[in-house]
């Protein structure tokens, strides 16, 4: 299949290596020329405008947030332009509720099918080819870009017809995720106050009621208090609780629990920790415990 790539951070490039792995036809573009060229490298034409990716059969976006989308997908008429009307845009990035019911309209009236599949997984997970994608669109058009989804997931998860609703789920899962780290961060530094050790307490709580890879993973970097390098940006997580926060404020729902995090992402980067692994939110706990800054100890 011929694919446009758009977006070639950290989990944009893995992903589309994905696709030439699996010997799809790819053509990419980044803002930063830099990232195209291992790409380039392996095979994969490389584009000077995004809006040449819209006259592939499929075109992916996994762009950093709201703005990046608007500033690429539809502030240059990309939309209108294509010239493939059997084309599909697979909207990968993690975007606003507000801003996905946008561009389920506007993919509408310019006549061209359009996926959201935001995904589940860090840059090691998609460049295995692990990625759990949640996904939603028309059915047609989900099963046209089923062997890319293929190539750079292990399932996809379909939430219906309508794609907003898959950044809705999105949504609602990263902020478990804020919620678990901040819930894991204070349940460490109480143990650390009392001279238990941390390890064991992280142990007994992967080994038995929490045995889920958010608790590993995310526990295991809290135990090192190593975050760096950043996996999954402290701003970009902090981009995700404020999209969270703003479906449910739409919609009547109160989440307390995702302000908590909101804020203390905020208290970190204050500190300076914009650019590290976003469990690095866990040393906002340790400080208020008058902790110094380094991993727990007992
Ligand atoms: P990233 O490394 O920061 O990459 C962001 C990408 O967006 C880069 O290609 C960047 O281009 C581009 N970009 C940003 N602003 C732009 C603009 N105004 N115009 C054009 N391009 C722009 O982020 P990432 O970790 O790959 O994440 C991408 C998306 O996946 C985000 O929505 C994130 O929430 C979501 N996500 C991330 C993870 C993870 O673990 N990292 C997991 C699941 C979902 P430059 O190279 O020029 O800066």
Known sequence: MRVGFIGLGAMGGVMAARLLDAGHELAVWNRSPGAAEQLARRGA?????????????????ML????????????????QRAVN??????????????????????????GLGYVAAPVMGRPD???????????????????RVRPLLDAMGQKTWVFG????????AK????????????????????????????????????????A??????????????EFMPANFKLTLGLKDMRLALAA????????????????????????GDADKDWSAVARVARRRAGLDDGPPRR
């Open 171 to 210: 949504l609602s899962m990263n902020f478990l995720i804020g919620a678990a780290i901040e819930a894991m961060a204070e349940a460490v530094t109480l143990a650390e106050r009392y001279q238990v050790v941390p390890k064991t307490l992280m142990d007994l709580l992967t080994g038995t009621l929490f």
């Open 161 to 168: 017809a309508e794609p907003h609703k898959a950044n809705v």
């Open 125 to 143: 997970v998609a460049a295995a080819g692990k990625l759990n994608i949640i996904a939603a669109g028309a059915a047609d058009a989900i099963e």
């Open 45 to 61: 034409q490389r584009l000077q405008h995004p809006e040449e990716a819209f006259s592939s059969d499929a075109v992916i976006t």
């Open 248 to 271: 449910g404020e739409a919609a009547g729902v109160p989440l307390p629990f995702a302000s908590v995090v909101r804020d203390n992402l905020v208290d970190a980067i204050g500190h």
């Open 212 to 225: 889920a890879p958010a608790y590993a993973v995310y526990g295991g970097l809290i135990l090192k208090g």
């Open 64 to 79: 950093a947030d709201d703005g990046a989308v608007r500033d690429v997908v539809l502030a240059n008429k990309a939309l």
């Open 85 to 110: 009307k059997r084309l599909v845009h697979v909207g990968m990035s993690t975007v606003s509720v507000g801003f996905a019911q946008e561009l389920e309209r506007s993919h509408a009236e310019a």
